[in-house]
């Protein structure tokens, strides 16, 4: 079991241009999950998976971001055109049902210049 | 639609005191209530999970207690350590969603 793996662990990009980030939960897992977390702020619910379903999408979320996990296994998160109100941690999370213990990965850190 | 505060923000405590910190949710209808801490930059630590049938889980100089009826969660730490600065979250599962809410944390400093 090694963990929930994000990557990149950073990324610098200029305003407009398209970003993709990776997240690997741990083996087995049915649950992903995708938040973002801005500064001196508890974590915001973007999408969850339930296998390689994508069950619900945040209202938050505009056009421009868009998530998929392919065969149930790892997941990406893009965003096209980024803005720097994108700019955030984004988080990722798995658990192996809906009711057991979320555990995090060590998040993918956006700056849009 | 699920709202978690948690109160103090932030919390100042002298190396072994015992605290207490809280969260509080609008919605009962929860899977589970989970607590969180998070270092500076880095991603969320599981402490403990207590589902929506229990009334507390403890694991180490931790213990959580979870009361549906008045909306409410408390972390109890015992004898804080430097070592415990960080900020702690607590995060409400809801059934009819399937996704967690997030307080926005307490930060927690112990002093040597």
């Known amino acids: 079991d090694t963990g929930v793996s994000q990557d990149p662990r950073h990324k610098i990009t200029k305003r407009g241009q398209n970003v993709t980030f990776r997240c690997d939960p741990i083996s087995e897992h049915n649950r992903l999950y995708w938040y973002r977390q801005t500064l001196g702020q508890g974590p915001e619910f973007l999408t969850y998976?339930?296998?390689?379903?994508?069950?619900?999408k945040s209202r938050l979320l505009s056009d421009r971001f868009s998530a998929e996990r392919p065969k149930g296994s790892f997941s990406t998160l893009e965003i096209q055109r980024t803005e720097q109100g994108d700019s955030a941690m984004y988080l990722c999370?798995?658990?192996?049902?809906?009711?057991?213990?979320?555990?995090f990965g060590p998040g993918t850190r956006l700056l849009v210049l | 639609k699920q709202e978690v505060t948690q109160i103090p923000a932030a919390l100042s405590v002298p190396e072994g005191e015992n605290l207490v910190l809280n969260c509080s949710f609008t919605d009962s209808a929860i899977y589970n209530l989970q607590w969180f801490r998070q270092d500076p930059g880095k991603g969320l630590t599981s402490l403990l999970l207590i589902q929506s049938s229990q009334r507390e889980q403890t694991s180490g100089r931790l213990n959580a207690s979870l009361d549906k009826s008045s909306g409410r969660s408390t972390l109890y730490i015992a004898a804080s350590q430097p070592g415990d600065s960080a900020t702690y979250l607590c995060a409400a599962l809801n059934t009819n969603s399937g996704k967690s809410t997030f307080g926005d944390g307490t930060t927690l400093t112990v002093k040597p």
């Open positions: 999370a798995s658990s192996l049902v809906v009711w057991e213990t979320q555990y």
């Open positions: 998976f339930q296998n390689e379903a994508q069950l619900e």
